[in-house]
């Protein structure tokens, strides 16, 4: 399974993004799909994941209400809708997917087997 994200970018605070994520090969075998971030200097951190269906998602409390995560199976496409930017959102994003069987969102990135090469995102203030 490979993953190319796009649509990161520079944008002004309070602005938004869409971001997008193509899975391609065996995406038959994915289950979970994530996005994960990562600023300088700090540690990757979970951001959003929707289930196989879309029909489960769930959101980290620093974004809660500002970005939407959602997936179209049939195409192996995942999204995350970032509204109301801040400084403090300016990181590398990452897409992940997982091969496994899982119970329930997780939300460790020690579960997702693939990961895509990562999107700017720069929120000027």
């Known amino acids: 399974v490979q993953l190319v994200e796009s649509g990161g970018g520079l944008v002004q605070a309070g602005g938004s993004l869409r971001l997008s994520c193509a899975a391609s090969?065996?995406?038959?075998?994915?289950?979970?799909m994530a996005w994960f971030r990562q600023a300088p200097g700090n540690e990757r951190e979970f951001v959003a994941i929707?289930?196989?269906?879309?029909?489960?998602?769930l959101v980290a409390e620093p974004v809660k209400g500002r970005f939407t995560i959602s997936r179209d199976s049939a195409k192996g496409t995942v999204f995350l809708q970032m509204n109301s930017l801040k400084p403090e959102d300016t990181a590398v994003y990452y897409c992940?997917?997982?091969?496994?069987?899982?119970?329930?969102?997780?939300?460790?990135?020690?579960?997702?087997?693939?990961w895509g090469q990562g999107t700017q995102v720069t929120v000027s203030s």
């Open positions: 090969g065996l995406t038959f075998t994915i289950s979970s």
């Open positions: 992940a997917a997982s091969g496994r069987s899982l119970k329930g969102l997780r939300a460790d990135a020690n579960v997702y087997d693939y």
């Open positions: 929707v289930s196989r269906s879309g029909g489960a998602t």
